[in-house]
């Protein structure tokens, strides 16, 4: 939910033009097992959205709404933490509407809600509108204080490895070495997000380098990158390994690379005067070709 999960306030217009507002919360996936799983366990509506580009995955969508939202979010709120301020504010909305008795014309349908009621409720929207604004402020890494985080447990295992399989990268980074012709191959892992804070606390207990991105727009929030290469990556997959689940394949294939190269003599890159058996590159190239495939936008 952290990671590629949405809590919004969603504005519906009637005919009468009266506003209604609902909860709402979202999680988007290509992986649609993971989300029927998500589903048996949680309920919601499950929904296929299509593709961004026509030649990506297609994309799943698990809402929901109202009631069951709020549920969801008073199960989930004791462990956010990018999105924990969103969370809170959608559940004060809920308490607020679930309190606010509303009147019914005499064939038992919900008559609008009054203009007071109209303001305060587009006070609640506005506030959400603001915090899910790609331009709005982030708690930054190089804060404390006011920003510091409200959570003073240990980030799990079981956290991370759902934050990796939302906003996580796995992969097999190819190079080229200096002889010509030549590549060399490293793990990599990244993590990206625009709470510095969460990625920092990440780092005090799994290691990485952590450093802020230039934005992609003008006015779009800073987005911040914690990264582990080579054998590093180690130590953040063998705590997350056994919970992930949309990353699991690429996760597995990145510890055996590194296991192979833990094993291979010459295990860097090799050198100009002492270069790595063409059977091993070969080796490395398979490697990084299905890792690729496993990251692969389109169908696999």
């Given at each position: 939910m952290d990671g590629e999960g949405s809590l919004s306030l969603a504005r519906r217009y009637h005919r009468d033009r009266s506003i209604e507002y609902s909860v709402r919360v979202a999680v988007y996936n290509c992986d649609?097992?993971?989300?029927?799983?998500?589903?048996?366990?949680?309920?919601?509506h499950l929904a296929s959205v299509g593709p961004?580009?026509?030649?990506?995955?297609a994309a799943h969508s698990l809402i929901w709404t109202n009631s069951a939202a709020a549920g969801v979010l008073r199960a989930l709120a004791p462990h956010l933490r990018v999105k924990a301020r969103?969370?809170?504010?959608?559940?004060?909305?809920?308490?607020?509407?679930?309190?606010?008795?509303?009147?019914?014309?005499?064939?038992?349908?919900?008559?609008?809600?009054?203009?007071r009621e109209q303001r305060i409720r587009a006070r609640f929207h506005a506030q959400l509108k603001s915090m899910n604004r790609r331009g709005s402020p982030v708690r930054s890494w190089r804060k404390s204080g006011a920003n510091s985080s409200v959570h003073e447990a240990r980030?799990?295992?079981?956290?991370?490895?759902?934050?990796?399989?939302?906003?996580?990268?796995?992969?097999?980074?190819?190079?080229r070495a200096a002889s010509p012709g030549r590549w060399y191959y490293r793990a990599r892992a990244s993590l990206d997000n625009v709470d510095g804070l969460v990625l920092r606390e990440i780092q005090r207990t799994y290691g990485?380098?952590?450093?802020?991105?230039?934005?992609?727009?003008?006015?779009?929030?800073?987005?911040?990158?914690?990264?582990?290469?080579?054998?590093?990556?180690?130590?953040?997959?063998?705590?997350?390994?056994?919970?992930?689940?949309?990353?699991?394949?690429?996760?597995?294939?990145?510890?055996?690379?590194?296991?192979?190269?833990?094993?291979?003599?010459?295990?860097?890159i090799g050198t100009r005067a002492n270069p790595l058996p063409d059977r091993v590159i070969a080796l490395r190239e398979e490697f990084h070709a299905r890792m690729r495939e496993l990251n692969a936008r389109g169908p696999r």
């Open positions: 649609r097992p993971v989300l029927e799983a998500v589903q048996k366990g949680w309920g919601g961004r580009h026509p030649e990506w995955r969103h969370a809170a504010a959608l559940l004060r909305f809920q308490a607020h509407v679930n309190e606010s008795a509303r009147s019914r014309d005499p064939e038992g349908r919900l008559l609008p809600i009054t203009r980030i799990s295992g079981e956290y991370l490895a759902g934050f990796v399989d939302a906003e996580g990268s796995l992969m097999n980074a190819k190079f990485g380098i952590l450093f802020r991105q230039r934005r992609r727009k003008s006015g779009w929030r800073v987005v911040y990158k914690l990264v582990w290469t080579g054998d590093r990556t180690e130590r953040l997959l063998h705590p997350i390994l056994p919970h992930l689940r949309v990353k699991r394949k690429q996760g597995e294939l990145l510890l055996r690379f590194i296991q192979h190269r833990s094993q291979t003599r010459l295990r860097q």
